[in-house]
Nanobody, 115 residues
Framework: QVQLVESGGGLVQPGGSLRLSCEAS????????MAWYRQAPGKQRELVAA???????RYADSVKGRFTIDRDNPKNTVYLQMNSLKSEDTAVYYC?????????WGQGTQVTVSS
């Protein structure tokens, strides 16, 4: 089992940027697709972005054009670059294997967008 640890969150003003990191305890080269999710208070967890082993990325409509997902297999790390942040982006962000319901969720990293 690969453990995943999120980091890079924090407090940022609207229009600002953050880069989140998801570090794996082992190789992610054999994982078909990795994903970032987020959960705002009182809301369901939602898929934000996903990337396949071949580097194909897809995004939720709400973040398209603002967020970029990337994976660095030698570093066993998946990134989420977030630009032009809005207050609506405030949430706890999690990384995980796409669609794998057998896995638990980590602590995530808090992103707060506020003036």
């Amino acid at each position: 089992q690969v453990q995943l640890v999120e980091s890079g969150g924090g407090l940022v003003q609207p229009g600002g940027s953050l880069r989140l990191s998801c570090e794996a305890s082992g190789s992610i080269v054999g994982i078909s697709a990795m994903a970032w999710y987020r959960q705002a208070p009182g809301k369901q967890r939602e898929l934000v972005a996903a990337i396949t082993s071949g580097g194909y990325a897809r995004y939720a409509d709400s973040v398209k054009g603002r967020f970029t997902i990337d994976r660095d297999n030698p570093k066993n790390t998946v990134y989420l670059q977030m630009n032009s942040l809005k207050s609506e982006d405030t949430a706890v962000y999690y990384c995980n294997i796409l669609g794998d319901n057998s896995r638990s969720w980590g602590q995530g990293t808090q992103v707060t967008v506020s003036s």
